[in-house]
């Protein structure tokens, strides 16, 4: 009865192994290639690897595939098992607003400009008056604005409208707006802070103020902008 029953051990764990290896023997590998071939590929929210990468399949319908990269379109999509390929590939498509715009360092905060000599006045007591200034600043503005928002030269404030801009591609709406504060008039200098404001949102949420976030970027448009002020506005 005991040598029985240890054959019937034996051929059960037998029987396990081969039925477990079988297992691994059906599993597949999935090779998985994207273009940029240093754009992250994830599957099912883990990194896997960037370029080329092979995975192993398990049991569930299907894995969730996720492509990023700085620059590009980030891509979500599902492999399902029950397709025969072994192998996918993939092309990101450029981020249109990346291409429309470039990083800077002075969008999102204020800057300060010395304005020259040239663009000020003084009256009989040697008090400063800066109207030849807001006029430059003017026509600087309105070569980009079709409008000024706020004008307001007694306080020292100019504020252009947003302007704003859609790309479908990539889902998201990017608006701009300069902001100009006279800062300072001492007896011998005149100086302004000019801010290019630069923001992001969903496209679908665009209509809603509290979507948008500041991007270290601004668009290739207005970026002329602050050298602009910077040479016409500034001492020689």
């Known amino acids: ?16 192994l081969s039925a477990s290896l079988n297992v691994e023997a ?12 240093d754009a992250q590929i994830s599957v099912d929210g883990n990194y896997v690897g960037s370029g080329v990468v092979e995975v192993t399949l398990d049991n569930s319908d299907f894995i969730a595939i996720k492509l990023e990269k700085e620059g590009y379109i980030t891509q979500e999509t599902k492999f399902y098992k029950s397709d025969k390929r072994n192998a996918i590939a993939y092309t990101m498509r ?32 040697g008090k400063i008056i800066p109207d030849k200034a807001w006029k430059l ?15 307001d030269i007694t306080s020292g404030f100019i ?4 302007q704003y801009e859609r790309f479908s591609e990539s889902r998201q709406a990017v608006r701009t707006r300069v902001t100009v504060k006279q800062s300072g008039i001492s007896e011998d200098e005149l100086t302004f802070k000019i801010k290019i404001s630069s923001e992001q949102a969903p496209l679908f949420g665009m209509d809603n103020e509290n979507s948008y976030r500041e991007v270290v970027r601004v668009l290739k448009k207005f970026e002329p902008l602050i050298s602009e002020f910077q040479s016409r506005l500034s001492k020689k």
Do not use: C, R
Request: aromatic share 16%.
């Open 94 to 125: 450029l981020d249109k607003f990346w291409e429309a715009s470039v990083p800077s360092g002075l969008v999102n905060k204020f800057f300060t400009v010395t304005v020259s000599s040239e663009y000020y006045t003084k009256d009989k007591d």
């Open 137 to 151: 600043i003017h026509q600087i503005l309105l070569n980009y604005f079709d409008e000024m928002q706020t004008t």
């Open 26 to 37: 059906k599993k597949k590998i999935l090779k998985i290639s994207v273009v940029p071939s």
């Open 1 to 16: 009865m005991k040598d029985l029953f240890s054959k019937f051990f034996i051929v059960s764990i037998v029987l396990f």
């Open 159 to 162: 504020q252009t409208p947003w």
